[in-house]
């Protein structure tokens, strides 16, 4: 057993080997190049039920090798919670809000527009000392530690509001990173934090939640109760509904001693129960997928995918999949002429799809994308070809 990263129980139960795996941004430049690869195993704590990853890949290993690659995150509740941090209690238009990494600044701009001019967001180089520019929130939340804050707040001035956007699943260890948030904020200052909500994804089965990048997969009970071990008082929480992954977000706020939550005996059985079947469904997923495509192309014709990123990664490895796609089509002109990770499929443009007489194209887009590319591929839809996505949260999804 290995010691969870919020509670520090040690008893975080291993429950699903996903074996030797590649990093998914770690484009190939040949079929035959050498790339590393580290086991991922996702365990559960049986104090908490935080599902996690307890030996992550070092993160210098997750340092993309270009630097084109982006993740975005999504923005459509931020003039909400704008709204709803301009409301709290003792925080008036002088209040020092910082952020900590380039996904606060859509929030910092419109914190910015309601009034709020003191601002400021963390420089990797000038602050952490990060001068690869490639360099992501894998560097960054490693930098970030207690002593690097004390020397930040220092030189920038203690923050009434922190935000920390999509870092904290990415935190190596949590509790010293929230230790580090805690020093950049007044004594009873506001710490934002945002996080992708898993727990749709563990109940529908949907392995490409699982990312080498995440350490920790949050639900709302298991985000909600973080706060009291990070030391704050959890005083709102919002769940803000998206079509694949709904965005948790939680204000904590600074206190000398906060009580650890735990869940009760109920709760914290069915967010075991939910990972224990996440876990074990994965072999029945692949012998499904599996026939079906082996079916589908022996029957009606070739296979591939659109959308050259992780969770197509994912997806492929995971799922043991490789053996059935002719290539992965992305209009993003910088992942042309490269292969994905492990599968070494090479990666075309999507008009690769009626040039090679693809039956089948599978999706691992995001809703939007998704129907951009229907609308932009109609010459494919009307030669007969057929979109599905590999999500089942989605309209789309495959029917296997």
Request: aromatic content about 10%; proline content about 6%; charged content about 20%.
């Amino acid at each position: 057993m290995n010691t969870c990263h919020i509670c520090g129980n040690q008893e975080v139960v291993d429950l699903l080997d996903l074996g030797m795996q590649p990093i998914s941004n770690r484009f190939l430049d040949s079929p035959s190049a050498e790339e590393y690869s580290h086991p991922i195993v996702v365990g559960q704590c049986s104090a908490c039920g935080l599902v996690q990853i307890s030996r992550p890949v070092p993160a210098e290993e997750l340092k993309p090798l270009y630097d084109w690659i982006t993740y975005r995150e999504p923005e459509g509740h931020l003039d909400t919670l704008a709204d709803t941090i301009s409301k709290l209690p003792g925080i008036n238009r002088d209040a020092a809000i910082g952020g900590i990494s380039f996904k606060d600044d859509p929030l910092l701009e419109r914190m910015q527009k309601l009034g709020f001019k003191n601002t400021w967001r963390l420089d990797p180089e000038t602050d952490l000392g990060i001068s690869d520019r490639r360099s992501g929130v894998e560097t960054i939340q490693s930098h970030l530690t207690q002593e690097t804050a004390a020397s930040i707040a220092q030189t920038r001035g203690k923050a009434d509001i922190v935000i920390a956007r999509h870092i904290l699943e990415h935190a190596y260890n949590t509790l010293d990173f929230a230790a580090a948030l805690r020093e950049l904020a007044t004594p009873e200052g506001y710490i934002i934090l945002e996080v992708p909500d898993c727990e749709r994804s563990l109940a529908k089965c949907d392995y490409t939640t699982i990312w080498e990048e995440h350490i920790i997969y949050f639900t709302p009970e298991t985000f909600r109760n973080s706060f009291s071990f990070s030391g704050l008082s959890l005083i709102h929480f919002d769940s803000f509904p998206y079509p694949f992954e709904n965005s948790l977000v939680g204000i904590g706020q600074c206190q000398k001693s906060v009580t650890p939550t735990f869940p009760s005996d109920s709760i914290l059985e069915n967010e075991k129960s939910r990972l224990t079947d996440f876990a074990q469904g994965l072999s029945e997923q692949r012998q499904k997928l599996k026939t079906f495509f082996s079916e589908y192309r022996q029957n009606q014709g070739k296979i591939a995918l659109m959308g050259a990123g992780h969770l197509c990664c994912a997806f492929i490895t995971f799922l043991e999949l490789d053996g059935y796609f002719e290539f992965v089509a992305d209009d993003n002109p910088n992942k042309q002429g490269l292969f994905m990770p492990s599968s070494r499929l090479p990666i075309y443009n999507s008009a690769a799809l009626l040039e090679n007489d693809i039956k089948l194209c599978l999706l691992s887009l995001s809703p939007d994308s998704e129907t951009k590319v229907l609308q932009n591929n109609q010459a494919f839809l009307e030669k007969g070809g057929t979109f599905a996505s590999i999500f089942p949260a989605s309209k789309l999804a495959l029917k296997n």
